[in-house]
């Protein structure tokens, strides 16, 4: 049975749960933080915490596929479990792998994570278009087809990201907002919010002069440890901000491995998330 789309599913879980998104990132350093070793028990017992602490009630998680890959199929054997358990408390699962590639290549990625058969099946994907937007075709596809979606990388917040997404098209605009432009046409007519979304950082400051009103989702990172604070949203994505998807990491991460501080962390963004948005 095919699910219900995703960006219907998203809408309605941000509504009831507050649209905070909390990252499963166990790379080295938080894991000897927690007093783990950088090993398979290690990133099974970190991961499996995180989704005990705030799986049944944040909107969505996060999970880093490489910090999971670096393990080979054992780290695998455990993001799909982690996968399985945060969906099966109430969370969508958005993979963060930000793949990206052509034909079949591209269409196997998202048979990977897209595919409602796949033991990594998510609710939607991270990936890249920097190859053009027509490469992620397979991935549209297949995510319309098994009720899932799409967070397309268009104006990230790592320095190096500028080269290419702030390149000025034949046409005038940049290769950021050539981006969103084909969300809008991805997700147009779609009710109460498409499927395909974008991954625009929190840190970016003022971005009146791109179209956010993707009628999409918008993947906000950066805020917590890299600088951007829940104050910052409005002035970042103006009359978007209630379709923004807000990405903590480290900022609730660094509370573990104690469940009751890691989701008393979540709480607490959660709730000045909400404030910021009743105050908009």
Known sequence: ????????????????????????????????EWGLNDDVAGLERFSRTVVEAVAGRVAVLKP??????????????????????????GALVVMDAKRGDIGSTMAAYAESFLHKDAPLFSDALTVSPYLGYGSLSPAVAL??????????????????GGEVQHAVRADGRDVGATMLAHLTVENAGEEPLG????????????????DLAVNGPLLAPGVGAQGATPADLPGVFGSVLRNVVPNVSRGVLRHGPDVSALRDAADRFADEIRVTLESS
């Open 143 to 160: 995510a319309r087809e098994n009720g899932a979606g799409l967070f397309v990388l268009a104006l990230t917040s790592n320095p190096e």
């Open 1 to 32: 049975m095919t699910l219900e789309p995703f960006g219907a599913r998203l809408r309605r879980a941000m509504d009831e749960r507050g649209p905070l998104c909390v990252g499963i990132d166990p790379h080295r350093s938080l894991l000897v």
């Open 195 to 210: 499927s395909f979304g974008a991954v625009v950082g929190a840190t970016l400051g003022d971005l009146s002069s791109y």
């Open 64 to 89: 880093q596929s490489a910090f999971f890959e670096r393990f080979g199929s054992r780290g695998i054997a455990v993001l799909e479990k982690s996968v399985q358990e945060a969906r099966a408390a």
